[in-house]
């Protein structure tokens, strides 16, 4: 669990990421209304960022990067392997998320509910 301050600067990071977002739409001439109703919430945001926050306090970004490098190769026989450990990883992270923060739960629940394995 993160203390306040690392709470804190996480949460300002992903209000920043979601700005640039804006940012980047609005330099490119869109519509703000269509924007801001297709842009997900700064909770979303956070959780993913505390997501990846994990995977590298646990050392295994590099690992889990490759999986899911991997299970973009249309040509690989073990393609799906590697989607479903990339994906037992993720609901294992984003549910640890949601229950140490209760009010990222929804968003926790949102971001297992878009992983590919819950698509199918």
């Known amino acids: ?13 992903a209000r920043d990421e979601r700005d640039a977002v804006i940012e980047h739409h609005m330099r490119l001439g869109e519509d703000p209304a269509e924007v801001f109703a297709e842009l997900p919430p700064v909770e979303d945001y956070l959780v993913k960022a505390l997501h990846d926050d994990a995977l590298e306090s646990e050392g295994q970004l590099q690992q889990y990067a490759l999986a899911r490098l991997l299970a973009q190769d249309p ?13 037992r990883v993720d609901e294992r ?4 998320i949601g229950i140490a923060y209760p009010t990222l739960a929804r968003a926790a629940w949102r971001a297992i509910a878009g992983l590919p394995s819950q698509r199918a």
């Open 1 to 13: 669990m993160l203390h306040a301050r690392d709470f804190s600067e996480l949460s300002g990071r």
């Open 93 to 96: 992270l984003y549910r640890a």
């Open 75 to 87: 040509d690989r026989p073990d393609r799906a392997e590697h989607e479903a450990a990339a994906d």
